[in-house]
């Protein structure tokens, strides 16, 4: 079971990793990781299917393979990088465990949901974890998919929300509120539970009920969680750390 220290040291290194190759997006993947960092390592099994619909986030899962030693060292020092693997968002292929290119926000719980009916047509015990950011519950084409994910009730199916407010121009009730976005998602036939994002118990709890339905997990999450200058900052979504706040992040994560 993952203890405080393995969160901390999947944040020290996804800090480095975007600091080094000069990239953005680092407070949506720290509001991401607590959960990925569960669900690779205390739920997902090898016929399961994990599927990273918000790819902005791409470093946090990255960090979770990581941290599973699924990807090396020299892996992460090409984060972003000209011919690596490892872009900004997640590969269409060479790396085994993720299935779909995704970050057309949008698409990948429609994608999640065909991987969960395959699965249930093959009589596969085969389970699909697909990670959403709160933004792209105001797309049609999400909503179209959980239309069809309870229509065929994919019990197999379990969608995380990344609720941190906050997308690329501001807070998400702001551009297009839906507040409170889970009130709206109990009206279809799911199971439903709004949890605290970075509290791994209530995550592993929430994982491993027993399920008759899709069921959908909110986790409230903070943009920029564990760094304190960035955390709750629209500008956390798309600007690169300075030398500066690199070295400040890294204290402030190697004391807490």
């Given at each position: 079971?993952?203890?405080?220290?393995?969160?901390?040291?999947?944040?020290?290194?996804?800090?480095?990793?975007?600091?080094?190759?000069?990239?953005?997006?680092?407070?949506?993947?720290?509001?991401?990781?607590?959960?990925?960092?569960v669900?690779?390592?205390?739920?997902?099994?090898?016929?399961?299917?994990?599927?990273?619909?918000?790819?902005?986030?791409?470093?946090?899962?990255?960090?979770?393979?990581?941290?599973?030693?699924?990807?090396e060292?020299?892996?992460?020092?090409?984060f972003?990088?000209?011919?690596?693997?490892?872009?900004?968002?997640?590969?269409?292929?060479?790396?085994?465990?993720?299935?779909?290119?995704?970050?057309?926000?949008?698409?990948?719980?429609?994608?999640?949901?065909?991987?969960?009916?395959?699965?249930?047509?093959?009589?596969?015990?085969?389970?699909?974890?697909?990670l959403?950011?709160?933004?792209?519950?105001?797309?049609?084409?999400?909503?179209?998919?959980?239309?069809?994910?309870?229509?065929?009730?994919?019990?197999?199916?379990?969608?995380?929300?990344?609720?941190?407010?906050?997308?690329?121009?501001?807070?998400?009730?702001?551009?297009?509120?839906?507040?409170?976005l889970?009130?709206?998602?109990?009206?279809?036939?799911?199971e439903?539970?709004?949890?605290d994002?970075?509290?791994?118990?209530?995550?592993?709890?929430?994982?491993?009920?027993?399920?008759?339905?899709?069921?959908?997990?909110?986790?409230?999450?903070?943009?920029?969680?564990?760094?304190?200058?960035?955390?709750?900052?629209?500008?956390?979504?798309?600007?690169?750390?300075?030398?500066?706040?690199?070295?400040?992040?890294?204290?402030?994560?190697?004391?807490?």
């Amino acid at each position: 079971m993952l203890v405080s220290e393995d969160f901390l040291k999947a944040r020290r290194r996804l800090v480095k990793m975007h600091f080094e190759s000069g990239v953005g997006h680092i407070g949506g993947n720290l509001s991401s990781l607590d959960a990925m960092l569960v669900v690779f390592h205390e739920f997902l099994s090898t016929s399961d299917k994990f599927i990273l619909s918000k790819g902005h986030s791409a470093g946090a899962l990255y960090i979770a393979l990581w941290s599973m030693g699924r990807l090396e060292e020299h892996d992460l020092n090409l984060f972003h990088k000209d011919n690596t693997l490892l872009a900004g968002h997640p590969p269409a292929k060479g790396v085994p465990d993720i299935s779909f290119a995704t970050g057309s926000l949008g698409h990948g719980l429609s994608l999640a949901a065909g991987t969960a009916l395959g699965f249930k047509l093959k009589n596969s015990n085969g389970r699909v974890v697909c990670l959403t950011s709160d933004g792209e519950w105001q797309e049609g084409a999400t909503w179209e998919a959980l239309i069809f994910s309870c229509h065929h009730r994919l019990s197999n199916l379990t969608i995380l929300v990344d609720h941190n407010n906050l997308q690329g121009f501001g807070s998400t009730d702001e551009i297009a509120s839906m507040s409170p976005l889970w009130e709206k998602l109990k009206g279809f036939d799911v199971e439903i539970q709004v949890l605290d994002g970075h509290d791994a118990q209530a995550i592993r709890t929430a994982l491993n009920q027993q399920r008759q339905r899709v069921t959908i997990i909110a986790l409230r999450t903070i943009k920029g969680k564990g760094v304190s200058f960035l955390e709750n900052r629209m500008d956390s979504h798309y600007l690169p750390l300075t030398l500066d706040q690199f070295q400040k992040a890294t204290a402030e994560l190697s004391a807490t």
